[in-house]
């Protein structure tokens, strides 16, 4: 009834094409981004900011920069987790040899390393093609992971063999180490996250992303056309691997605060992300989004269902977790390969003909 | 001789039996490959399941014990008998052949027509779901696989060894028998390929779905047949691999190798994956022999999927892939 385009009128070009056509999810995103910004903060403890929120925020940026990659230009990469941990490493050795500068420019620049490496592993990418190609970046993940774990110098020879996040300030706040604050680490997460996101909407919907859907959808034939392969392909390794690291620097700095490459960034990482993008929706920025929060929420529902409620070992929870995630990919292909983004879509379709579809 | 070119020829000889282990893993990705052209990511995990139904069989244990006491609150693990190693064995492969038939009525049947990459990430999707499931049914300690397969150094090639070089090689009898039943489960593949009128028809599927289709040929028969031989590959897999290290879910993160092997033989050959799988076992041990104590070893992690990597920006199609045609 209210969700109509009717008296919305579009009078120049630029408002034909904004991201958000109709009154009511402009309205929404903006109260959306209010309540994130200027009501959450003032709430969140501990449990909710470690369990839900900060995860949530990181693998969506994650997740986004795969989905530009896998979703947008089509190139399908099990090596997720070895570019986090590309972040992460990066942005552990820029925080203890220059203290001084802000933790925001480390994570940046943490990111731009990561694209740089991401952009090596990418060039096969224009001789291999589809699973070839997946399975080519397993070669970055045990790769990386494999230096990370035996090269001291990356974690600055600690005997542990783990790195930990010095503590770092934004603004006078402390955002990283063991005394941060909840809210800070959210806030953190929340900036970064909107950023890679208003990035990522209008890299995909200018000409850029329009590239990188053309060599998707066939790449002999835009090439034909006139895109260039390379150009389009290693700027999708770039940006993606970008975000990926990010993703990956903010995981070990704001929430993990210490990390081991082969645990926090093996290819159970690659697969979950990848799992973020298949049942959030290729080739959607919402849907990013949406696999995400799922794919962090459904474990902790599980958790606090089986073993708080019911009391059940938590090995069983773990075992069911891989059971329906494993399964509910397999649905999601077979009954909407588009994921609950499509799902929304269609949901938004059916609330603009309501209550009177004909 | 010099003491490192003794060593070196060792690394080497064990590098090939490794190979023929990952060769076996590989055997089963190519016949669903050629057979279907799908990619199936989840034939490590099938290895897994099968060597742990067949331990499971064999020691009697109850499957689901551990759920079935989390809800009832019974305490019960084993049925208390033993079962013969060849019916456990026939046991597990008719599992198998129920597994086949599962995925291709409930998964494949539904994604017929899909993209390719559709059904690749439909089996990471198993993979997934077959990591959980796995020791849901049949438990999550390690399990100890024993078929009564020879263990242990061979003597005949230390004394050998020692009497032509001065130097006795150590070479694992379990890693003979497995490149003999490599050699005859190819020969039988082969023969059955070649000779029956299954055989044939799985070669008529796997040259061109439709024309296969259009003379008679059942597609989904064929699908679960292949999805069959691939278990039974991997059962094979699963008792050599499990009579070596045990039997573990992160054994399917070793048979992931067989990725590499594949690629570098080519996706639908055969002979292919035999020969990549052992170049695969010799230059990981002999790198790591080599370079890997200059480097700070366990290169063995990433070593063969470099070597694909950069064999693959060659040679695309893999040693003996076929040419890769790209039309608009």
Not at chain 1, 57 to 62: D, K, V
Not at chain 1, 266 to 282: A, Y
Not at chain 2, 3 to 14: D, K, Y
Not at chain 2, 19 to 32: D, E, K, P, Q, R
Request: a neutral charge.
């Amino acid at each position: 009834m209210f969700y109509r385009e009717a008296g919305d009128f579009k009078t120049s070009y630029r408002d034909d094409n904004q991201t958000f056509p109709i009154r009511l999810d402009r309205a929404g995103y903006w109260i959306a981004l209010f309540v994130a910004f200027c009501v959450i903060p003032f709430f969140v403890n501990d449990y909710w900011v470690n369990s839900i929120f900060a995860p949530f925020f990181i693998y969506a940026i994650a997740a986004l920069g795969l989905n530009i990659l896998t979703g947008y230009a089509g190139q399908v990469s099990l090596g997720t987790g070895g570019f986090m941990a590309v972040g992460a490493y990066a942005c552990y050795k820029l925080m203890v040899a220059f203290p001084e500068i802000n933790i925001v420019f480390h994570v940046l620049i943490a990111g731009g390393i990561t694209a740089a490496v991401g952009v090596a592993f990418g060039l096969p990418s224009l001789r291999i093609k589809g699973f070839y190609l997946a399975v080519a970046t397993l070669a970055a993940q045990f790769f990386l992971v494999w230096l990370f774990n035996k090269v001291a110098w990356f974690y600055n020879y600690s005997a542990s063999g783990q790195i930990n996040a010095p503590e770092r300030t934004v603004f006078g706040v402390i955002v990283t180490g063991p005394n941060t604050e909840a809210w800070a680490k959210y806030m953190i997460c929340l900036v970064f996250l909107v950023g890679v996101a208003w990035v990522a909407r209008n890299l995909t919907r200018g000409m850029t992303g329009r590239k990188w859907m053309g060599i998707r959808d066939m790449d002999i034939a835009a090439e034909i056309i006139g895109v260039n392969p390379l150009m389009a392909k290693m700027s999708a390794f770039a940006v993606s691997s970008f975000f990926v690291g990010i993703a990956g620097a903010l995981f070990f700095a704001v929430y993990l605060g210490a990390a081991e490459a082969g645990e926090s960034f093996g290819i159970t990482k690659s697969f979950l992300v990848l799992f973020m993008v298949i049942i959030g929706g290729l080739g959607s920025i919402f849907g990013s989004f949406a696999g995400a929060a799922f794919m962090v929420l459904m474990p902790v529902v599980l958790k606090n269902l089986l073993v708080g409620t019911m009391g059940w070992p938590t090995e069983i929870a773990a075992e069911l977790e891989f059971i329906i995630v494993g399964g509910l990919i397999v649905i999601f292909l077979i009954l909407e390969p588009h994921g609950l983004a499509q799902l929304w879509r269609l949901t938004k379709e059916k609330l603009r003909l309501w209550p009177f579809p004909h | 001789m010099p003491e490192q070119l003794l060593f070196a020829m060792e690394v080497t000889l064990n590098g090939l039996m490794a190979g023929v282990l990952y060769a076996l893993v590989a055997l089963g990705f190519v016949l669903i490959f050629k057979a279907s052209g799908i990619f199936n990511f989840a034939q490590g995990m099938l290895v897994v399941f099968a060597a742990m139904t067949l331990v499971g069989v064999q020691t009697g244990q109850i499957p689901f014990a551990h759920l079935i006491n989390t809800i009832f609150g019974t305490k019960i693990h084993h049925f208390g008998w033993t079962v013969p190693t060849i019916l456990a064995i026939i046991v597990a492969g008719a599992a198998m052949v129920f597994v086949a038939w599962v995925i291709e009525k409930y998964i494949l049947q539904h994604l017929i027509g899909q993209p390719d990459i559709i059904l690749f990430m439909a089996t990471i999707g198993m993979w997934y779901f077959m990591h959980g499931f796995a020791p849901l049914m049949w438990g999550s300690e390690v399990m100890k696989l024993d078929v009564g397969l020879a263990q242990g150094i061979n003597e005949t090639i230390d004394t050998t060894t020692y009497g032509w070089f001065g130097y006795g090689f150590f070479i694992d009898n379990l890693d003979i028998v497995a490149a003999i039943v490599a050699a005859l489960l190819v020969t039988a593949l082969v023969l059955f390929s070649q000779y029956t009128k299954q055989g044939r028809a799985l070669r008529a599927v796997a040259d061109d779905h439709s024309a296969a289709l259009s003379v008679g040929i059942s597609l989904r028969f064929i699908w679960v047949l292949v999805w069959s031989i691939a278990g039974f590959v991997a059962l094979v897999a699963g008792i050599m691999w499990g009579s070596k290290s045990g039997v573990q879910i992160s054994l399917a993160e070793v048979a992931l190798k067989a990725l590499p092997v594949l690629m570098l033989g080519g996706f639908t050959s055969i002979p292919g994956a035999i020969i990549g799988g052992l170049i695969i076992g010799v230059g990981e041990q002999l790198f790591e022999f080599a370079i890997g104590p200059l480097v700070g070893g366990a290169t063995q992690a990433w070593f063969a999927y470099v070597l694909a990597l950069v064999f693959l920006i060659f040679r695309p199609q893999g040693l003996f892939g076929e040419k890769i045609i790209e039309r608009v």
